[in-house]
């Protein structure tokens, strides 16, 4: 590179050096006065982000810009300089993440023990057992054959709850739950329970045998957990049905050595049935979440979950914009799960599960700035989360 050269690049570079320090000291100005914000915000229980007023900053200089810079480096450069501070604000001043998680008797006392709930299945069923395990043995479950039948319970002034199954850890989404609650209802989830799940080759009492069995019915979820049980016995045909407890009231009812079902202990307990293999499902760590659902979304100040329904429009970054407002606030996002809406191909409905926030200015930030560009957001409540303990 000739001294020319060098000396004509030198030049502007100096005068580079002295503008960059000169921003240095601004944005650290610009910090400290952020930061003073921050702090009166966080008192007044106030959202830290402040979606109108970046928008407002933005629109302002971008009238006041002369170029050579665009709109598009005027957004980009200065919203990462809010995101910056806004960042520094959250470190600064945001509460403890996370509520406290009430006990399994507190989150009882805020529900009606003696609540008649709607549940798939017979006597006997994991639903039954969920049922009793979140509200104890003083519920009435009602018995419902189909999932539809169980969301139309309240409706049909035959329950005052319904459980239903979401998702369980081996074989994911009970899909037809989560598109009845998406779209076929107005219920909202008033707590949930996790439930480890056993699965047992249930057969009558009349000569029943592992080597007699031919065919094991029991419902299709229940069925898809013990792929490793079929692989090893090819032999067997699997029969898909409404629910695990009615299979074990047919088998034993049948009195046929060849037929068996999969089930729970308490099924097998009830119906008189012989266990003849255990802990059928592929894995022990096997769980699935349930959500006692209601005619009116739980607000429990002491709620560790939060659930949302938001529907989209069809348009690029779509998805991306909806969550950006979580993110921003550093609200964790704990699942998403996404089903087609009825005649509009392509386009979903979205579920979502968060971790509630300590401040509840922020997650009121964030839905009102969903709520600008979604189509529809739906608030499924705040409510709290059981764990059932697991059982050797």
């Not at 060098?6 to 005068?15: H, S, Y």
């Not at 170029?67 to 509460?95: H, S």
Request: charged share 25%.
């Amino acid at each position: 590179m000739s001294e020319k050269m060098k000396e004509g690049i030198n030049n502007p570079r100096a005068e580079i050096n002295a503008i960059d320090d000169e921003l240095l000291r601004l944005l650290n100005r610009r910090m400290k006065i952020a930061l003073a914000v921050g702090e009166v915000k966080r008192l007044n229980d106030v959202s830290l982000c402040d979606h109108n007023r970046e928008f407002e900053v933005l629109a302002r200089l971008n009238r006041q810009n002369t170029g050579p810079l665009t709109e598009r480096n005027i957004e980009n450069i200065f919203q990462r300089i809010m995101d910056e501070c806004l960042d520094a604000q959250q470190d600064a001043f945001r509460a403890p993440a996370g509520v406290d998680k009430p006990e399994a008797g507190e989150i009882v006392l805020n529900l009606r023990k003696k609540a008649r709930v709607a549940i798939l299945g017979e006597r006997g069923s994991f639903s039954e057992e969920a049922a009793i395990a979140l509200l104890s043995e003083m519920c009435k479950p009602v018995s419902r054959p189909t999932f539809e039948s169980v969301f139309a319970a309240i409706n049909e002034k035959s329950a005052d709850y319904i459980l239903v199954p979401l998702e369980n850890s081996l074989v994911g989404s009970v899909h037809r739950c989560y598109d009845l609650l998406l779209e076929e209802s107005s219920l909202s989830i008033a707590a949930e329970i996790i439930c480890p799940i056993s699965h047992f080759l249930i057969g009558c009492r009349e000569g029943a045998s592992l080597e007699s069995i031919k065919t094991v019915e029991s419902h299709p979820v229940a069925l898809a957990q013990c792929e490793h049980f079929f692989a090893a016995h090819p032999h067997i045909k699997r029969v898909e049905a409404g629910d695990t407890a009615s299979s074990v009231r047919r088998v034993v009812e049948s009195g046929n050595p060849a037929n068996a079902a999969i089930g729970g202990k308490r099924a097998a307990n009830i119906y008189g049935g012989v266990i003849l293999r255990e802990h059928l499902e592929d894995y022990r760590e096997n769980y699935t979440r349930f959500v006692l659902l209601a005619a009116e979304p739980n607000v429990s100040n002491r709620g560790n979950k939060i659930s949302l329904i938001i529907r989209l429009p069809h348009r690029p970054g779509a998805l991306h914009d909806a969550l950006r407002p979580f993110v921003r606030r550093g609200i964790d996002l704990l699942k998403i799960e996404g089903r087609p809406i009825k005649n509009r191909p392509w386009q979903y409905n979205f579920y979502l599960d968060l971790q509630s926030p300590a401040s509840k200015s922020e997650f009121r930030g964030a839905l009102d700035e969903i709520r600008e560009f979604a189509e529809e957001v739906r608030f499924l409540g705040q409510y709290s989360s059981m764990n059932v303990p697991k059982s050797e």
